[in-house]
């Protein structure tokens, strides 16, 4: 059961756009539309920012829009700000478990 | 809203049982539809799956903590446990709970950070 494959870092500067890429396979990400993006900051509880693939609870900027092709799911950013500079995972549905992204850490320049 | 705290000890010793609790307002656990999880976070590493449980005490672990993992559910008191038996310094991390939907944690406790120590 491996974990989902996430870049380790990405970077960009204010107003920019940036995504952030979370691999699986066939029997995760790609069999399912149950995948979820959490922001973490230091210190702090991750929070969920997306949830079945693209659909943003309530309160989170439209700005964080999420897709999926394939095995691999994508976190978009645009118009970055600075405190979206944070830890970012994805998560997915299996039929047995939960996997987790192994997380990106998101510098606005 | 709902609202998810862990409480239990912050040092374990070594072999020993780590025990946590996850309380749980704002919302009911035995009202079912959701699942509740346990999930943990190494100092400066990425986030764990352990396990969850729904409201009728269905299981499901993480295979690689398997034998070592129980998850228990009190829906009188609206709290669900965690018990990992066995522990090592490889067990020290922050342990959230989470309240799960369609097994992905939507809310999260504040985490609470054990540390595996004699």
């Known amino acids: 059961q491996s974990a989902l494959t996430q870049p380790a870092s990405v970077s960009g500067s204010p107003g920019q756009s940036i995504t952030i890429s979370c691999t699986g396979t066939?029997?995760?990400?790609?069999?399912?539309?149950?995948v979820s993006w959490y922001q973490q900051h230091p210190g702090k509880a991750p929070k969920l920012m997306i949830y079945?693939?693209?659909n943003r609870p309530s309160g989170v900027p439209d700005r964080f829009s999420g897709s999926k092709s394939g095995n691999t799911a994508s976190l978009t950013i645009s118009g970055l700000q600075a405190e979206d500079e944070a830890d970012y995972y994805c998560?997915?549905?299996?039929?047995?478990?939960?996997?987790f992204g192994g997380g990106t850490k998101l510098t606005v320049l | 809203q709902v609202q998810l705290q862990e409480s239990g000890p912050g040092l374990v010793k070594p072999s020993q049982t780590l025990s946590l609790t996850c309380t749980v307002s704002?919302?009911?656990?035995?009202?079912?539809?959701?699942?509740w999880s346990w999930i943990r976070q190494h100092p400066g590493k990425g986030l764990e799956w352990i396990g969850y449980?729904?409201?009728?005490?269905?299981?499901y672990y993480n295979p690689s903590l398997k034998s070592r993992v129980t998850i228990s559910v009190d829906t009188s008191k609206n709290q669900f446990s965690l018990k990992l038996s066995s522990v090592t310094a490889a067990d020290t991390a922050v342990y959230y709970c989470?309240?799960?939907?369609?097994?992905?944690?939507?809310?999260w406790g504040q985490g609470t950070l054990v540390t595996v120590s004699s």
């Open positions: 989470a309240r799960s939907m369609t097994t992905l944690p939507d809310y």
């Open positions: 704002g919302g009911s656990i035995s009202s079912g539809g959701y699942y």
């Open positions: 449980i729904y409201y009728s005490g269905s299981t």
């Open positions: 066939s029997s995760d990400v790609g069999g399912y539309n149950y």
């Open positions: 079945e693939v693209s």
């Open positions: 998560s997915s549905y299996t039929s047995s478990s939960t996997l």
